[in-house]
Nanobody
Framework: QVQLVESGGGLVQAGGSLRLSCAAS????????MGWFRQAPGKEREFVAR????????SYADSVKGRFTISRDNAKNTVYLQMNSLKPEDTAIYYC????????????????WGQGTQVTVSS
């Protein structure tokens, strides 16, 4: 089992920044690909960003490309999402997720999920 705990969400004005963290415990964190997803009220959960197990590859949703950066520190069992130039449409609950032996943008491919952290961007 892997436990994931997100933190760093909050209320920020448009144009501001937040840094989300996801701390992992349990099985070997460094063997997992990690992803960030988000879900806004009334909408489906959507992919935001992902990072390969060794940090060697990343990818982003078009809506956040150039504004968000995913990174990881395997020594600290933590993955981060730096969010800059935030927009009201970024308002959502943000979830981190871990995938065993898969590299995917699809939520179904992820094996473990955190409880989520709320990000609210005011205009």
């Amino acid at each position: 089992q892997v436990q994931l705990v997100e933190s760093g969400g909050g209320l920020v004005q448009a144009g501001g920044s937040l840094r989300l963290s996801c701390a992992a415990s349990g099985r070997t964190f460094s063997s997992y690909s990690m992803g960030w997803f988000r879900q806004a009220p009334g909408k489906e959960r959507e992919f935001v960003a992902r990072i390969f197990w060794n940090g060697g590859s990343t990818s982003y949703a078009d809506s956040v490309k150039g504004r968000f950066t995913i990174s990881r520190d395997n020594a600290k069992n933590t993955v981060y999402l730096q969010m800059n130039s935030l927009k009201p449409e970024d308002t959502a609950i943000y979830y981190c997720a871990a995938a065993i032996s898969r590299w995917s943008k699809d939520a179904y491919a992820y094996d473990y999920w955190g409880q989520g952290t709320q990000v609210t961007v005011s205009s």
